[in-house]
């Protein structure tokens, strides 16, 4: 593995709790930030990205040692400014209380739910996507009113350097900070007490950090990964399927977690279907070693981890098709080509864990029922996509599998969909940000029940059997006497 360039003052133990202290400090001092200060903070954000944008490309360029330009655009820069509008444009529904029902016995009363900011979030943050993995759970932290702490990753130092810099330019320390370092930060920043955290990385490491988080009671998001399947209905056409799955395999070179994992085909077409995806991925990366436009991997350690994948599946059986259009090596660079694995089996590796890099497994089933009974076996995954023109048949699919989100006919794009919530289930997470979802997720929905002058309380309070307690049984007994349910 190539170890990140810590530099001294990275291998000190920042001082986690007095940043919380100081942040919780604040967070008494205004605990329900106006919308006016939440829009300026997220138009800080804003600002500061559009002044970073070529160094934001720069940083992620350098920690996978090539990653296309195009893809920090479109995965770390869009969405978070995209994220910024939306809620800018909703906060005050968002922050509106919301009107809720009197019951009888309530009455006469006001009773809403306010949406109060829960304190201090916690962030930490994968090397995958390592601004918008953290800058898009601190938008919604932001809207709802939240100050943040940000942990980045130690496998993204350039990155994890740049964000400390730009949010110590735009936020005072107590709005909002970042620290980087290795697991042993990592460790300590999951001890602390929290009001949420928020951990996107390995299903792995998420049981960890939801231990260390239980001792606070501190709630958590986790946003994990897991074996996203992409099931091909017989009748969709095998060059549209291919170009689809491929964009979403050969996205940051499949290291996406919701990248198509594996491939459920019919039996008959795995192998028109290789040639298809073979096709359409020589087209887009007609080259490799020197094309700016295919994605690196991120470390030593995760190519040979790859690469051990394949070796396992060959001693094991698979046939492995490796892509490389110009014949290249890759030696002395952190590149790897897209390859195809036929003839899988669960006794591979590649079928039992993530894979999360630039290989697709293609899995022949024999009928859609053999294909949904294979995914619902399985750990529920954090994205199932579903190609078939059939609406009927895509809805059936999607009601009779479990996943954190989907895509009919489509790969990865609903993560970058501001109002849908983004979260997975089971293995593959828990919790949602983005869009409503987020900001509920940041704020504490508090129950108010408002009474005014006039008390019916009183009127039933003991000693029991008075007057208006016995009219109120009496009137319940009537509402509810037909409503016996059978
Ligand atoms: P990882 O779990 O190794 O690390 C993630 C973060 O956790 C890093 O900041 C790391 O410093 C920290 N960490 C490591 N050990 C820790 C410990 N013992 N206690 C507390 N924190 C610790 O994951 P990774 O390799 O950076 O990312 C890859 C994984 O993340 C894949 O499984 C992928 O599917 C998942 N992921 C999920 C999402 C999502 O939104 N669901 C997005 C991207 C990546």
Same mark, same amino acid.
């Given at each position: 593995m190539s170890a990140p360039h810590l530099t001294p003052v990275e291998t000190q133990m920042p001082d986690l709790e007095g940043l919380l202290m100081a942040q919780k400090k604040a967070c008494a001092a205004d605990p329900m930030p106006d919308r006016a200060t939440r829009i300026r903070r997220l138009d800080k954000l804003h600002n500061a990205i559009l002044d970073n944008r070529a160094r934001i490309v720069a940083a992620c360029n350098k920690d996978f040692s090539n990653r296309a330009g195009a893809e920090t655009e479109l995965a770390e820069i869009m969405p978070v400014l995209d994220g910024i509008a939306y809620y800018r444009k909703r906060l005050r529904k968002l922050m509106k209380p919301q009107r809720r029902h009197a019951p009888l016995t309530v009455m006469p009363a006001r009773v809403e739910v306010r949406y109060q900011p829960v304190g201090v979030v916690g962030i930490v943050v994968p090397w995958n996507f390592p601004f918008f993995l953290g800058l898009s759970p601190l938008v919604g932290a932001l809207a709802a009113g939240n100050r943040v702490m940000i942990k980045t990753s130690e496998f993204a130092p350039a990155s994890g350097a740049l964000m400390k810099e730009i949010m110590a330019g735009i936020y005072a320390e107590n709005e909002v900070t970042v620290v980087t370092g290795g697991v042993e930060v990592a460790t300590e920043f999951t001890k602390l007490p929290f009001d949420h955290l928020v951990f996107t990385g390995s299903t792995q490491v998420g049981k960890i950090v939801m231990k260390a988080a239980s001792d606070n009671l501190t709630p958590v998001t986790l946003e994990l990964g897991g074996k996203s399947p992409a099931i091909i209905h017989d009748n969709f056409p095998l060059d549209e399927a291919a170009s689809r799955i491929g964009f979403g395999k050969g996205f940051n070179a499949g290291q996406i977690?919701?990248?198509?994992?594996y491939v459920l085909c019919p039996r008959d077409k795995v192998n028109a279907f290789a040639t298809e995806f073979s096709d359409a991925m020589k087209k887009a990366y007609?080259?490799?070693?020197?094309?700016?436009?295919y994605t690196a991997i991120i470390t030593e350690r995760q190519k040979t981890r790859l690469e051990g994948y394949l070796e396992d599946a060959a001693e094991k059986g698979a046939e492995i098709i490796t892509i490389n259009p110009k014949g290249e090596s890759f030696d002395g660079t952190r590149k790897m080509p897209l390859t195809v694995v036929l003839?899988?089996?669960?006794?591979m590796l590649l079928m039992q864990?993530?894979? @999360?890099?630039?290989i697709l497994p293609v899995v022949p089933y024999d009928t859609m029922e053999d294909a949904i009974a294979y995914v619902n076996e399985r750990p529920r995954p954090l994205a199932l996509y579903y190609f078939d023109w059939d609406k009927g048949r895509a809805d059936d699919v999607l009601a009779r599998t479990h996943s954190g989100g989907a895509c009919v006919n489509d790969t990865?794009?609903?993560?970058?969909?501001?109002?849908i919530p983004f979260g997975g289930i089971g293995p593959s997470g828990m919790g949602h940000y983005h869009g409503e979802e987020g900001f509920r997720t940041f704020s504490k929905a508090k129950g108010v029940v408002r009474k005014g002058? @006039?008390?019916?309380t009183a009127l039933v309070a003991?000693?029991?059997?008075?007057f208006m307690y016995k009219q109120l049984m009496m009137l319940q007994k009537f509402r509810f006497r037909r409503r016996k349910i059978k």
């Open positions: 977690c919701v990248s198509p994992d007609p080259s490799l070693r020197e094309n700016p436009d003839g899988a089996d669960d006794s864990e993530e894979i @999360f890099g630039p990865v794009t609903h993560v970058g969909v501001d109002d002058k @006039f008390n019916a003991p000693p029991w059997g008075n």
